[in-house]
């Protein structure tokens, strides 16, 4: 008989080796992915907050979206953004407002902190400015403060006047 038909096999220990680099592969891989779940910065308290902190974040940008809703507070007031822009100079028709953050990622995800009533609060600074076809005027750059309330589940956003 040759060598490679022969009936003593020896794979026995070479097949536990095997079972426990396995093993020992599933167990590293286990530490690995807790270790590195817990160190997200993105890693959130959904009991606490309500919402988890992504869609916190993603709801603030929803809300910035929508520069019609949009509101800023000023000496105890509340004035619309779009009111208050016009004040200045009229928009034209087809010019658009925006409100878009002024913060890279890892800042915002910083900013997004656990309020102690429950909920969510970010403040970061906000551009505004009108889109007139491929034009582009910045009008300037004011204070948001947006807030998740646990208790209600909804998302606000309001500008401040620096100062």
């Known amino acids: 008989m040759s060598e490679l038909t ?8 070479g097949r536990a080796l095997l079972w426990v680099a396995i093993a020992l592969t599933v167990a590293l891989l286990g ?3 807790i270790f590195v779940s817990q160190r997200n910065p993105i890693y959130s308290d959904r009991e606490a907050g309500g919402i988890s902190k992504f869609k916190f974040i993603e709801a603030c940008k929803e809300v910035l979206e929508d520069t019609e809703a949009l ?5 105890g007031q509340t004035i619309p953004l779009k009111t208050l822009v016009q004040q200045g ?12 953050l002024n913060a890279e990622s890892p ?8 309020a102690e009533e429950g909920g969510w ?3 970061l600074p906000v551009n ?9 005027t910045t009008l300037g750059q004011l204070p948001m403060q947006c807030r998740h309330d646990k208790r209600t589940g909804k998302t606000t956003a309001q500008l401040g006047l620096p100062g």
């Open 6 to 13: 022969s009936t003593n096999r020896h794979g026995g220990a």
């Open 31 to 33: 530490f690995v992915t």
């Open 71 to 75: 509101t800023v507070s000023a000496q």
């Open 89 to 100: 100079s009229p928009l034209k028709p087809g010019d658009k407002l925006h409100a878009d």
């Open 107 to 114: 800042e915002i995800v910083r900013a997004a902190q656990l």
């Open 121 to 123: 609060t970010m403040t």
């Open 128 to 136: 505004i400015a009108v889109h007139s076809g491929e034009r582009v």
